[in-house]
């Protein structure tokens, strides 16, 4: 009498989930990695050996062309005080964060940071490391 096992237990080890979850994270990252732009603007900053670790609510910059940006949106300095009022109203601490091409001029400089002044607006000037 001749009795055999009908239940064979295989070896071999299936790599078709460690795919799957690897794939699943790539295109996670590669999702992730594009939503990250909180500055599209390109702007030469001036350089600073000291940086701040505060978090701002916006950003404004200025380009070398005297173009004025509230974070991506485009608006001119006449309207940048009604604009930063919208965009920080009910703001415990309203934080800036001011973004200057280092061939802009003080003065344009100078008239964001009396806006921010006479707003009570928290004011960080954007630098690069050296």
């Known amino acids: 009498m001749s009795l055999q096992s009908r239940n064979k237990i295989q070896s071999g080890f299936s790599m078709s989930g460690m795919t799957d979850i690897v794939f699943l994270l790539l295109i996670f990252f590669m999702i992730t990695s594009t939503l990250i732009a909180p500055n599209a603007l390109k702007l030469l900053l001036p350089q600073s050996q000291h ?15 005297f173009e004025y940006y509230v974070e991506t949106t485009p608006v001119s300095l006449a309207d940048l005080e009604q604009v ?25 400089v100078v008239s964001v940071m009396n806006i ?3 707003n009570r607006y928290r004011l960080i000037l954007a630098t690069s490391a050296r």
């Open 84 to 108: 930063l009022r919208e965009r920080l109203a009910g703001e415990s601490e309203p934080t800036i964060s001011l973004h200057v091409d280092r061939s802009v001029p003080m003065e344009q």
């Open 116 to 118: 921010a002044k006479d």
């Open 51 to 65: 940086q701040t670790m505060a978090s701002a609510i916006t950003t404004v910059s200025i380009t070398r062309n």
